[in-house]
Structure formats: C-alpha cells, structure tokens
C-alpha cells in the first residue's frame, strides 16, 4: 500500500468501532482482487456502515497527510469518504484507474462525487485523470467542483494554464472562495489576469460586486496603464474592493502602481501586516 | 412540516421549490418514472437515475428540502425489451445510493407481460436488498390491476408492509389496507385524487397507513398537493394527529424502513451534510413567514428582473 493508503486505512480503523473488522476485511479482500461488484458494494455500504461524521484528524495525521502528498488536506474529509477513497486506492484490479474512476463517477450519488474527486492527487497515473477532472469542474454541485478546487494540489500540479483559468473563473462565476485553492500565486499568469479584469467589467457594467479576491490574479501582472486603471476603479470604490485592489497594487510589477496607494490607509495597514489576502479570506468567511 | 412522498421534481422549477418549502415541506420523495416521453438508448435511463440520485438532490437540498428518491424501471419503459434488460443490469448499482428509499415506482400500466416480469424481477430485486418497494398502479382497469400487483408481491415473499400501493382510489382503498399495504393517494387534478375526495377517505378510514403525496410532474399538478391537502382536513374537523400521520408521520415509517430517511436528516444534518449538501429549511429556521407561495407570487408580480 502506498503511504497514502495506509494513513487512510490507520485512520479509518481507528474511527470504525464496531465495523472496524467488516472494514478490515473487505480492504483485505480488495487487495487481493476481489470483483469490481464487491467495490461498488463496499461503496455504497460506507456510510450506511461507518457513519457520514468528519473525520477530524489529529495534528499528527495532518502531518502524517503532508509528509504522504505534499499538499494533501484532510480539511473537510469524512470518515465515509475515507473509507471510499481508500477501496479505490487498494483494490487491484484489471482494468486502468481512469476506466474505473469514469465507471464509479457515472453512477455516483453526491457525496460519492466529493469522496471521489478529493481523493484525485492520492491517485495512480494522474496525467490519465484530465478528462475525468475536467468532468467534475463542470459540474453544477458546487461541492463536488469544490472537492476539485479547494484544498487539493491536483489542479496546481497537474492542470495546463487553460483549465487553471477557467477553473479560477468558475470559482468566482459561482461565488466559491479563491483563498482555498492551492498554488493560486505560483500559477497565476497574464492570461488569466486578462481573464479576470474582463470579467470585473462585466460585474461592474451589471452593476454587480466584484470579489475582492480576482484582484489577488491581476496584481502581479498590472503593469500598463489599462490594468492599473480597472485597480484604481476597484480602489475607489471602498471597502473590502480597495481592500483586494490594494493588495493587488502593492503586488504590482511597476512603480505606478505603489504611486496609486500613496495616502491611502490601505497601504498603511499592509507595511503593518494588517492587510492580507489571508485578512480579506477570514473577513468574508 | 409535511412530507411528499411522490414528487416528480425533475420536471419541476425552483419556484414549486420555494412553494414547498415555504408550505412546510421539509422532505420529498422522487420516484423514478416515466418522464413523459420514452426513453429509446440504456446510457438516457442510467443518466436519468445518476440525475435523482445526485443533481437533483442537491438542487432540493438549496432550497432547504431533503431529497430522496426510488430507483426503478417503470411499466411503460418496461415494454421495450432491449432498453428493459440494460437497465435492469444497472439498478443494483444505483439501490444502494444515499437517499435510496425504495424500489419504485414498478408494477403495471397495460398489464402485458413484459410489464409482468420485470415487475417480477424489481421485486426480487427489492427483498433481496431489504428495500420498501413504491408500486404504481394502473390509470387503465384500476382495480383489477392493483388487485393483482398485490397478489404477485405476495407470491414473491414480500411483506406488504414493507410496500406502498400509490395512486389509490375509493374503489382500491379497501382491499390495501385489509391486506396490510400502505395505502398512498396522489393528490393529482382530474385524473387521480382530489383533496375533497381526500378528506371524505380520512373520515371514514382515519389516518392508519394512509400516505398523501403530490405525484406532481411535467403534467397539470400542484406541487402543494400535499399541505394543502393538510389545510382542508384540518379545516373540516379531522383530527389533527390524523392529518400528520398521513401528511408526515406514514411516510416517513414507511420509507424510513430502508434505513435511508430519518427525521435527524432535516431537523439535526450531519456537518458534513450542512457544509457541502444541505442549506436547511426555512419553515425550520422560522426565518420567514410560511405563507404558501409569497415568494413565488412576488415574483410574478413584480416587473424587475436582477
């Protein structure tokens, strides 16, 4: 078993109480290849069986996920979702991981779609699963886009600029937070900054608010004079907006930028380590 | 708080779903069914049933309601053979989904026989499972029809009471409940139930496994079958426990036997169901006045669109 795998069984076990040896047994029995029938079956016994409770992790299991995958959170895990995850990671079967991940995700009630894709970066042959993650992003289960998106390192490790793009706009389309979302500095790129100031004028010609968190993908790549001006825009308009733009004009690559904060509390409050992104994330939280 | 235990609300909009859940419904039942128009490839049947079990359950769950559904093969779909058979070798996948409460809605329509076999076949398939099953009773030789699909449910070993026989009438009324069935009533303009109809039932036979549900869909039929079926009992002198039991507490004993749906799913949600799935009802909440459709008129009212 990877070290994935036997975090997962470790922590299952540990939570099972009277099903610890019906658990114990069927992952046995998968191992060592049972029929794809007694995996579906296991599936949908999960949480009849284990209970739909979260899983809760110690701080010794955080660290014990960190250290198996880096980027791997167990931050709104359940214990029937772990359970789930870890079948699919043990059982030895004939057919490749994608074929039998499209199969489960086809048939898949909600929670199996959550368990499912927040399993993605605990996977085999990752680069076998775009079409299946791409899947799940499009779908209209906000929490099932979410087990993608947030707290999962797939989507920083393994998706190409275009897919990273239009799963940050999503995320903004449909009101999900952006704070969540692994490697949302490192990958961002100007395209995606393109993207996002588009986007904030379509929000503005709605007359709709704009999040302060696009800003946080604009900022490193405001460098002429239109970028600046939609920050400025966002600037004047107060509140938790100037707040993000701020923060994006503190991160932008030219000096006119800093120019535009001069005066400004917001700029203040940032030399000071008051304002930050992870500030702006607890407020609106 | 009301249960509908028959709601077709893939065919519905959001606004029967802010209906219902600002009339007190709390829970509804989707029975797999015939969607107006037959379905002709296996892979639209089985998307049709990932859809109840997983969209739709989540649309429900935003507007505060929780969604259950029963999966089945329906009478009418079961006469293509080709079509019959696919499915049938997915519905043991789909059994055991979250929210599974039942095997239904099966039985007859025209009574031929490849209506009869896969009816056979759902109700091994439902004992062998230990689910409830929903039986759909014909609209066409009503009576003899619902006579026989209780003869063949007896016939395969099942316990009538673990079955609903839906869409009753005064003339199957009787013989349900002498045999031990739930006795369910489809509050369905013109051609099933009417609630005064109802009513008279209620007071001639009490509340004892009696279910009312809506078995509103893509034809003419009020989502708010079920409490309005309520306010008219309440309003001419059926005792109140009467009216919970078959507007509520039946359904709930009934279904709840798949183990499937409890009271704690809407009243006390799991976390992890409040985090991801569920948005809690506003009756519950008792944020808003449960005035029946305020909203939805509101909105048909006002001019501006935002």
């Not at chain 2, 809605?105 to 230990?130: C, K, P, S, V, W």
């Not at chain 2, 303009?189 to 549900?213: A, C, F, H, W």
């Not at chain 2, 183990?259 to 948005?279: H, I, K, S, Y």
Request: aromatic share 8%; proline share 6%.
């Amino acid at each position: 078993m990877t070290p994935a795998a036997t975090l997962l069984r470790d922590m299952v076990l540990a939570r099972a109480g009277a099903e610890r040896d019906w658990v114990s047994d069927r992952i046995d029995a998968l191992r060592r290849g049972a029929p794809e029938r007694d995996l579906h079956i296991f599936l949908g016994l999960a949480p009849r069986r284990l209970g739909k409770s979260d899983l809760a992790p110690t701080d010794d299991e955080r660290r014990a996920a960190e250290a198996a995958r880096p980027g791997w959170s167990l931050e709104g895990w359940s214990i029937d979702g772990a359970a789930r995850v870890l079948a699919l990671l043990v059982h030895a079967a004939q057919r490749p991981f994608a074929d039998r991940f499209k199969d489960l995700r086809r048939t898949a009630d909600a929670a199996e779609l959550i368990a499912l894709y927040r399993g993605l970066p605990l996977y085999p042959a990752p680069d076998s699963l775009h079409f299946e993650a791409g899947e799940g992003l499009r779908s209209n289960l906000r929490p099932v886009f979410e087990a993608i998106a947030h707290r999962n390192p797939f989507p920083r490790d393994h998706f190409d600029d275009h897919r990273w793009n239009h799963m940050i706009l999503k995320a903004l389309f449909v009101g999900s937070a952006l704070h969540p979302i692994l490697g949302l500095d490192e990958r961002a790129n100007p395209e995606l900054a393109r993207i996002l100031r588009e986007y904030a004028h379509e929000r503005w010609a709605a007359g709709r608010p704009v999040s302060p968190e696009l800003w946080r993908c604009v900022g490193p790549f405001a460098s002429d004079d239109a970028a600046l001006a939609d920050l400025e825009r966002a600037l004047s308009a107060g509140g938790a907006a100037a707040r993000g733009a701020a923060l994006a004009l503190w991160a932008a690559p030219v000096p006119a930028a800093r120019g535009l904060l001069e005066g400004r509390p917001e700029a203040e409050d940032i030399a000071n380590g008051r304002l930050s992104w992870s500030r702006i994330a607890q407020e609106a939280a | 708080m009301f249960i509908d235990p028959h709601a077709h609300m893939i065919s519905r909009t959001t606004d029967d779903y802010e209906a219902m859940a600002e009339a007190g419904i709390v829970a509804l039942i989707e029975p797999a069914f015939w969607t107006g128009q037959p379905r002709t490839f296996v892979g639209t049947y089985v998307d049709y049933l990932s859809s109840i079990v997983g969209w739709e359950r989540f649309r429900a769950g935003q507007f505060g309601i929780r969604h259950y559904c029963t999966v089945g093969l329906n009478s009418k779909e079961a006469n293509n053979e080709e079509l019959a058979e696919g499915v049938m070798d997915w519905l043991p996948r789909f059994a055991l989904k979250e929210g599974v409460v039942a095997i239904g809605e099966i039985g007859y329509d025209e009574q031929t026989e490849l209506e009869d076999r896969y009816f056979r076949a759902q109700l091994d398939l439902a004992r062998e499972l230990g689910l409830p099953v929903m039986v759909h009773t014909p609209h066409r030789d009503k009576k003899r029809g619902t006579s026989r699909s209780m003869d063949v449910i007896e016939e395969h070993g099942l316990d009538p009471s673990m079955v609903v026989i839906d869409h009753n009438n005064e003339e199957t009324v009787a013989e349900t409940l002498q045999r031990g069935y739930w006795a369910g009533f489809s509050i369905y303009p013109s051609t099933k139930m009417g609630n005064r109809r109802m009513v008279e039932l209620l007071r001639q036979y009490g509340g004892e496994r009696i279910i009312v549900d809506s078995a509103c869909d893509w034809g003419i039929s009020d989502a708010l079958g079920v409490p309005k079926t309520a306010r008219l009992a309440l309003e001419s002198g059926i005792p109140e426990e009467t009216v919970r039991a078959v507007c509520y507490g039946n359904a709930l004993a009934a279904y709840g036997q798949s183990g499937q749906m409890r009271e704690d799913d809407w009243l006390n949600p799991a976390p992890v169901d409040q985090r991801t799935l569920f948005e809690g009802n506003s009756v519950l909440r008792g944020g808003r006045d449960p005035v029946v459709g305020a909203t939805v008129r509101a909105r048909r009212d006002g001019l501006i669109i935002e």
